[in-house]
T-cell receptor
């Protein structure tokens, strides 16, 4: 699976949009971009994933650049409960045996009151 | 909605003892993944199962083994426990290996003394 690069930490004011960047310049055509987050010692929580089109769900939006070398996770109205480590993970679409998620260092997002 | 259930939530064992962790996937999910997260570290993939067969293997020590049963629940068996095995152990499940998101349980905190 392709390697990802994320800033180690970010701050965001409560109520503002949090924009978390991720670089995945070696991504392959059959690899999806997944975002998970982990709130202190809880199980990682799935947020959103996409292949090449932008995606939106009730939690967040995912913007993937046209060349697919980077993406941005957007939390539209951040709350204190969004403070967590956010992981951007690139994963082969289906099967092939390499189906375990590879967690990198992630971004520690801190929402400031 | 039903989530991934892990038991026990906390476990204390002495060095050289054995431990068994259990994971009950989301109903109709046939794929189970195990992860280990040491203190201050990111989750590391150990092993996964699909339809009771090993699907993928990560950094699982030889002292550990796992299996998936006919009702799709999975058990992680850990023998000759070492102090360094103290960690959070997460189980995740999905509907097919490598396809779609995996959803995580709340984890088992293992402390080896």
């Amino acid at each position: 699976d392709a390697k990802t690069t994320q800033p180690p930490s970010m701050d965001c004011a409560e109520g503002r949009a949090a924009n978390l960047p991720c670089n995945h310049s070696t991504i392959s055509g059959n690899e999806y971009v997944y975002w998970y987050r982990q709130i202190h010692s809880q199980g990682p929580q799935y947020i959103i994933h996409g292949l090449k089109n932008n995606e939106t769900n009730e939690m967040a939006s995912l913007i993937i650049t046209e060349d697919r070398k980077s993406s941005t996770l957007i939390l539209p109205h951040a709350t204190l409960r969004d403070t967590a480590v956010y992981y951007c993970i690139v994963r082969v679409a289906a099967g092939g045996g390499a189906d375990g998620l590879t967690f990198g260092k992630g971004t520690h997002l801190i929402i400031q009151p | 909605a039903a989530g991934v259930i892990q038991s026990p939530r906390h476990l204390i064992k002495e060095k050289r003892e054995t431990a068994t962790l259990k994971c009950y996937p989301i109903p109709r999910h046939d794929t189970v993944y195990w992860y280990q997260q040491g203190p201050g570290q990111d989750p590391q993939f150990l092993i996964s199962f699909y339809e009771k067969m090993q699907s993928d293997k990560g950094s699982i020590p030889d002292r550990f083994s796992a299996q998936q049963f006919s009702d799709y629940h999975s058990e992680l068996n850990m023998s000759s426990l070492e102090l360094g095995d103290s960690a959070l152990y997460f189980c995740a499940s999905s509907s097919k290996p490598g396809q779609g998101p995996a959803f995580f349980g709340q984890g088992t905190r293992l402390t080896v003394v």
